[in-house]
């Protein structure tokens, strides 16, 4: 059936008709495979369940990601394969474009298509969702029906798409086929060609060398709408079509080429040059047919258009512009008179010398810029060494000032901030050698304080001091006065900072002294007060609160000099938490007579130590605690905390006030130091 067909290696056959198509196809790639041939079965409306053993590995175009590849491998491998568009359901395949059949038809020996045209009466009407053959079709058959054998019935509907010539074809062959990358808009563009071979690209873009000279063609290529026949027409660049040009604009084709010391193509003799080559330089005299003295002979770039690949390159094109010629052709369109064009000449000649003035301003130009750059690049050299130098740590190097302006001004400025920098780091050591100095401080008042409390039998005890800087004026401390007796003192130097940790240390040396001479706390605090008036300056004080417990009495004895009050909660049902602030003055006032008053108005008073009951001495730092929109913590709720737990135990009532005065905090600053001392009666022995 092949050769009763005709059908050749590199055939696009396309089987069209009312029926039977598919038994056709299968009986063809069939004998095909028989015959060596690779065969691609593939339709463009649809097909009925296919035949694995005829046809072939079936491959659907949505189903793989690359679908040539696939493709390719199975032809390689099998020798035969089908592509569809999509599976509608197992018995009904739908196709693929006309267009796709294009693209696919070089990777087969033979390429069979079931489709559906518009060849005869005897065929059935297209429906719209039914595509015509591909254009790259070269043989149809048109099947009406099948014999016993498979043979059709009427072999006149077999027929190979014919070739009809117009013209001459002097300069290439006719095409026989379009190339599959032609669409349904058809070509139009240029393409090149050496003698009778089309031009190629190999995948750069200029025309590859040869023989012969290079010769352009204007190649438009349109389809029927049935896609059943195309017109290719070429109109060959040649001596007519380059007259024409030159007539029409004055512009001279030379010639075309690879390089400019190629041969000449005819159209160069036709143009009057009286060199058998393109001169070197651009710019020549010459006599042409116009009568130009002074011509440009430049080269442009055309862009055709590879007819097999469609690549594009580029093809050099030698022209000669002459521009008197130019100007008289276009001042001879407008009209103009012998009088206007001499008027005219004059002002070409005018302007060339405002072009000459142009070039001295620019060369001008051109030496004030190297100046300027020159300046730029010497004070931009000098930045850089600068900040070179300074980058190794040379403070002391100074960048030179050639002048006034921004770059200098900028030169100016990077030496204040070198000299600045130098003082800056200067300083910076200083604040180190202080910041190590006050850690030093700081580390020395910490180891003042009692580093932890004294076991005394029946009492439960718990302090902490945070001063709000490295060092502060707060203190605190415990005193062992004997077997079951103790000592508590909660103290607040005026002021922050070194001089308020001053006057704290000399407190505790008083303190360690008096405590063992003094029973009475309120005598003592007489004493003491006494002693540091006269060593305090005139603008620092001391508050404090020095209490004494007496375990076997079961007494607390305390007295209060100006210092914040004790709170006392008494284990009651239910518990109450009391302020207790017993009249006092503070201490190291220097002012006449006030240490007489001083001891006047100083009370102490003595409570009964019961089971359960707990005391808080606290400094001012506690209750004045500043959250960050100016809200005190208050007595009032420090009071209330310790009523609500002070079953907590000593530790976990002080944590417990500790973590309530940060959450009022929220982190602002702090203004004052925080000493607290909790004490709690517990049940002893011999109780």
Request: aromatic share 4%.
């Amino acid at each position: 059936m092949l050769r009763a067909f005709g059908i050749l290696r590199g055939d696009v056959v396309a089987v069209v008709g009312a029926g039977g198509k598919t038994t056709l196809v299968y009986r063809l790639a069939s004998e095909a495979r028989a015959a060596g041939l690779t065969v691609l079965v593939t339709t463009t409306t649809h097909m009925g369940a296919l035949d694995d053993e005829v046809t072939g590995p079936v491959l659907v175009d949505g189903e793989s990601a690359d679908t040539l590849v696939a493709l390719g491998e199975a032809l390689a491998g099998e020798g035969r394969a089908t592509l569809l568009g999509r599976r509608l359901r197992p018995d009904k395949l739908e196709g693929i474009a006309p267009a796709r059949v294009d693209v696919l038809a070089p990777l087969a020996d033979l390429v069979l298509v079931e489709a559906d045209g518009a060849r005869g009466r005897s065929l059935k009407v297209p429906a719209p969702h039914e595509p015509v053959i591909p254009a790259s079709t070269t043989l149809v058959v048109v099947v009406c029906a099948l014999d016993a054998l498979g043979q059709p019935l009427d072999e006149d509907r077999v027929h190979r798409t014919s070739l009809v010539r117009a013209g001459a074809w002097a300069h290439l062959p006719a095409p026989d086929r379009l190339p599959s990358w032609i669409g349904q808009g058809g070509f139009a563009d240029v393409i090149a060609h050496r003698g009778a071979t089309i031009v190629g690209i190999n995948g750069d873009a200029a025309v590859p060398a040869g023989s012969e000279p290079v010769e352009l063609v204007v190649r438009a290529v349109a389809q029927s709408r049935s896609h059943d026949w195309s017109v290719i027409a070429d109109v060959p660049l040649d001596e007519t079509i380059w007259s024409s040009i030159e007539d029409s604009t004055g512009i001279t084709m030379l010639s075309l080429g690879d390089t400019r010391d190629g041969a000449l193509a005819s159209a160069a003799a036709a143009a009057g040059a009286t060199a058998a080559a393109i001169p070197s330089s651009w710019i020549r005299k010459v006599v042409t047919r116009g009568g130009g003295k002074w011509v440009l002979e430049p080269y442009i770039f055309v862009r055709f258009q590879d007819w097999a690949s469609r690549s594009t390159g580029l093809v050099k094109v030698y022209i000669r512009i002459a521009p008197d010629e130019m100007y008289r052709r276009i001042a001879a369109a407008q009209g103009s008179s012998s009088q206007n064009q001499n008027m005219a000449q004059a002002t070409i000649v005018v302007l060339g010398l405002i072009g000459i003035l142009f070039i001295i301003i620019e060369g001008a130009a051109l030496a004030m810029g190297w100046a300027l750059a020159r300046s730029i690049t010497r004070s931009v050299h000098a930045l850089f060494t600068g900040t070179e130098r300074l980058r190794l740590g040379d403070l002391g190097h100074r960048i030179p000032i050639w002048s006034r302006d921004q770059l200098g001004e900028l030169a100016e400025s990077f030496n204040a901030m070198t000299a600045n920098l130098e003082t800056l780091l200067e300083q910076q050591a200083e604040k180190r050698r202080l910041e190590e100095e006050l850690r030093i401080a700081r580390e020395i008042q910490m180891s003042l304080l009692p580093r932890q409390a004294p076991p005394i039998a029946g009492l439960s005890l718990a302090a902490f001091c945070e001063p709000a800087r490295e060092v502060g004026g707060d203190y605190y401390d415990f005193f062992v006065l004997g077997p079951g007796r103790l000592g508590m003192l909660v103290a607040d130097v005026a002021g922050k900072g070194t001089s308020a940790a001053l006057y704290m240390a000399e407190l505790k040396g008083l303190m360690l002294s008096l405590s063992q001479i003094h029973e009475s706390p309120r005598t003592l605090l007489v004493e003491v007060n006494r002693i540091i008036a006269h060593n305090l300056d005139s603008r620092s004080f001391i508050t404090m609160t020095y209490a004494v417990v007496d375990v076997p009495k079961r007494t607390l004895t305390y007295a209060r000099a100006g210092h914040t009050p004790l709170i006392h909660r008494t284990t009651a049902s239910p518990p109450v938490a009391t302020l207790i602030a017993p009249n006092g003055m503070v201490v190291g006032l220097q002012l006449d007579g006030l240490e007489h008053k001083f001891e006047e108005l100083l009370e102490e008073e003595t409570l009964p130590l019961v089971d359960g009951d707990v005391f808080v001495l606290y400094t001012d730092g506690v209750s004045e605690a500043m959250s960050g929109d100016g809200e005190l913590y208050g007595e009032e709720r420090l009071r209330s905390l310790v009523e609500e737990h002070g079953g907590l135990g000593s530790d976990g009532l002080r944590e417990r006030i500790a973590r309530d005065v940060e959450l009022h905090v929220a982190g602002a600053d702090r203004h004052d130091d925080m000493t607290m001392i909790v004490v709690t009666v517990e049940r002893t022995a011999g109780a």
